[in-house]
Structure formats: C-alpha cells, structure tokens
C-alpha cells in the first residue's frame, strides 16, 4: 500500500502512475487488524491525496487508518499509543504527520508531533540515539537494548524529514542528524553500522558489535536515511 501510493504519485511513467493507482485502489478495499499494516497504508493513501485530493479510494482509508494507529490507553506519563515499543516506531508518527497534511487532520498532526518529541526523548541516551531494540522498550526501561535494528532509524529519520518539511522547526532536523549519525557509529558501542565496500547496512547493532550480515531492509535504510540527510542539507 505505501509503495503502491508514492508510486502512483512519483512512478517516471504514466504507465506505471497508472497501474499503481489501480493497484492501490484495489488494495484500499481492505482493512488490516494490525496497527504497523494500516500505518505503512496511510503512508501511502496520504502521499496520493496529498497530489490528488479527490482520490475517493485515499480519503476513505486515511480517516480510518488514523483512529487505528492513534487508539490505545495513551496516558501523560506514556503517550505512545501501545504498552511497548516495538518495530518501526517512527512509521506511526510519519503516517499522523502525513495524513494532518493530506485530510487535514490539525489533532491527527498535533498527535504526531507529540509521538515524535516523545519517542525522540525516549530513544536518546547521552546525545546519542539508543533504538529500541527488537524485544521493545516499555516505561521505565532507559538501559540500551539490543539488538537494534536500523529500519527504527530510518523510521525515526523519516518522520522528522516529514515533521522538518511540515513544520520548518529546526529541532527536528536534529533528529535527523542523529539517526544518520547512528549508522557511522554515534550509537550505544561504537560500531559503524554499514559496509563501505559494499555500500551494505548490517543488520542489527549488538551488544558487542553488529550482525555482520547485509540484508535488503538494513541497506534500504541506510539509504533512505543518507537520502533524507542529503535533501536537508544534515549530509552534505
């Protein structure tokens, strides 16, 4: 869903456009029980109504992804709308960003930058991001964890693109600059997170160390997270 509506809207082709449109609007019929599943399609509804407003099969999914991904028991002391951290946490607060842009939604974009400030908060550890790792994080829990996976920086890296692009507020492009600065090394031991050889992301920091192996998501994210600093000027 998220592929098929950046493509729609950036595919080179009208061809392409096409046939992700129709992709997507056939996708779109459907609903997931999954918070994660309905974020990543929101990311994508959002980016085709934000170019095509009157896209019927987009307006009608972003509404609903929103109350699936913001509902939970959120309360001051713990805004995130789930009991832990888990996976790809920055996805969720992007696809409120995005769909406050592309409804509107003003409570949709005030909730995702609430999200971010607090998930910035909690994933910092002296000036450096410490990701949640893949057995989560809950409250209370600020000791590093491992292993972090490097799809939560680029996660986190896009959603303060977006918030920086909404907002124009520099504090978010700290933000950026930190999830990038994770992958050269400014993570929780030091260890530089991709391959220059290769051009390869490892995929996942350890407690000592890192897993060696480069797998499509670690590297994509290194990408997408070097091409996000490099169109703000974080990488130059």
């Not at 003003?106 to 000036?127: C, M, P, Q, V």
């Not at 949640?132 to 409250?139: D, I, L, N, S």
């Not at 600065?181 to 400014?186: H, L, P, S, Y």
Request: charged share 20%; hydrophobic share 45%.
């Amino acid at each position: 869903m998220w592929g098929l509506g950046v493509a729609a809207v950036q595919a080179p082709t009208q061809a392409m456009r096409a046939s992700a449109l129709l992709g997507f609007r056939t996708a779109a019929r459907c609903r997931s029980p999954h918070r994660r599943a309905m974020a990543f399609a929101a990311l994508g509804a959002g980016e085709l109504l934000l170019d095509r407003p009157d896209e019927l099969s987009a307006r009608e999914l972003l509404p609903e992804a929103v109350a699936a991904i913001a509902g939970g028991d959120a309360n001051q002391d713990w805004p995130w709308p789930e009991p832990r951290l888990s996976y790809a946490n920055g996805s969720i607060v992007e696809a409120l960003l995005v769909a406050g842009a592309a409804l509107p939604d003003a409570a949709a974009h005030s909730r995702g930058l609430r999200l971010l400030k607090f998930l910035l908060d909690t994933e910092t550890r002296d000036e450096h991001l410490s990701l949640t790792a893949v057995t989560g994080r809950g409250r209370g829990e600020s000791a590093p964890c491992f292993d972090q996976q490097p799809i939560e920086a680029a996660a986190l890296a896009d959603a303060c693109a977006r918030a920086y692009d909404l907002t124009g507020d520099p504090q978010w492009l700290r933000g950026l600059r930190m999830a990038w600065a994770w992958f050269i090394g400014d993570n929780d031991n030091g260890t530089v997170m991709y391959d220059p050889a290769t051009g390869g992301g490892f995929d996942g920091l350890q407690r000592q160390g890192c897993n060696m192996n480069q797998g499509a998501e670690s590297t994509l994210a290194l990408l997408s997270t070097a091409q996000q600093a490099i169109r703000l000027g974080v990488l130059r």
